[in-house]
């Protein structure tokens, strides 16, 4: 059995978190752009698996992130036994994180954002990767919404409560308004979202239920969304979006709102995904959510692949 073979029989088998699915790798990229990196035990069994998308652009091979996924996983099979020893918890992620190092292919640029899981990045620094950290907010599962309410911004509390006088709230079952306002409102920002395999990636995540649109409405019209991507421990906020007429962000805070009181009662994490830029990170602080750290691990066959990686915004 090949290896994709045996990646997919192993999304079978275990529960993993939506981006590694084998159908979400098929989505965002195709059946022939991606590979898995395997760590096989003695007994033939999987001990970690790493999916990969690589891509060739001018004739230079770049192992990057899948479109439209935040952060990428690597799966780590660990004993079952309860209080395990630090020393053995390290010692498995090193070699298990080795043997995925080794198996990818050659590349000119690795360029990864990989998801909070992932804290033991020795293994890429020993083999010359290189890393940087990055910031998301997250809520962690609460039954009390309203001790969450009161932990929010003064401000953002009495945005919210205006907005509920001002705009209805609807969870959109067909998507087409909401995208046609999401595709306008991102290119506004200089940012040319890919129609086509949204619109793929959105009908994949509705037939399988793992997606949630909601919008604020004035009247008939959309002016916020949030689009949500939601397994069975994780909810996404994926894309979100508001009508750069509204000077204030009252709408959308309420379509945030809405959102947390569906997933943050059943989902283990309610993730922000982002951000990284100060006017949205201060937004997103002012919902009392933890600052979370991520790992951007990249690099490149050379210094001078290095250099012109930089130049073109690619590393950091």
């Not at 699915?21 to 033939?44: P, Q, R, Y």
């Not at 990045?121 to 039954?143: A, D, E, I, N, V």
């Not at 069975?232 to 906020?237: G, I, Q, S």
């Not at 933890?290 to 210094?303: A, C, E, V």
Request: proline content about 3%.
């Amino acid at each position: 059995m090949d290896r994709k073979k045996q990646y997919r029989q192993l999304c079978k088998d275990i529960t993993l978190p939506y981006y590694m699915n084998d159908w979400w790798l098929d989505t965002v990229s195709s059946k022939d752009a991606w590979d898995v990196a395997l760590s096989i035990g003695k007994d033939g069994a999987i001990q970690g698996a790493m999916p990969y998308l690589i891509s060739t652009k001018m004739g230079l091979k770049q192992i990057r992130q899948f479109n439209f996924t935040t952060y990428q996983g690597v799966y780590i099979k660990y004993p079952h036994n309860i209080g395990l020893k630090e020393q053995t918890i390290n010692s498995i992620e090193k070699r298990v994180l080795t043997d995925l190092i080794n198996a990818l292919p050659d590349f000119h640029f690795f360029d990864v954002k990989f998801d909070v899981s992932i804290k033991n990045w020795l293994p890429f620094y020993w083999k010359g990767f290189k890393q940087t950290t990055r910031y998301t907010y997250t809520l962690p599962k609460s039954s009390d919404l309203t001790k969450l309410f009161e932990a929010f911004k003064k401000t953002v509390r009495t945005d919210i409560r205006k907005a509920e006088d001002e705009f209805s709230i609807q969870e959109e079952t067909d998507t087409a308004e909401f995208s046609s306002f999401l595709f306008n409102a991102y290119e506004e920002n200089g940012i040319i979202l890919d129609s086509k395999l949204f619109l793929r990636m959105d009908k994949v995540l509705a037939e399988k239920n793992k997606r949630v649109v909601i919008t604020a409405r004035d009247k008939e019209k959309i002016v916020a969304g949030l689009y949500i991507i939601f397994d069975d421990k994780l909810a996404h906020c994926v894309f979100s979006a508001q009508d750069k007429l509204i000077k204030n962000r009252t709408p959308l805070h309420l379509v945030f709102w809405t959102a947390m009181q569906k997933f943050i009662p059943i989902c283990e994490s309610f993730d922000f995904q982002g951000s990284m830029v100060p006017e949205i990170e201060h937004s997103l602080r002012s919902y009392g959510a933890n600052l979370t750290p991520y790992m951007h691990i990249y690099k490149s066959r050379n210094k001078l692949w290095h250099s012109l990686a930089i130049l073109i915004n690619k590393f950091p």
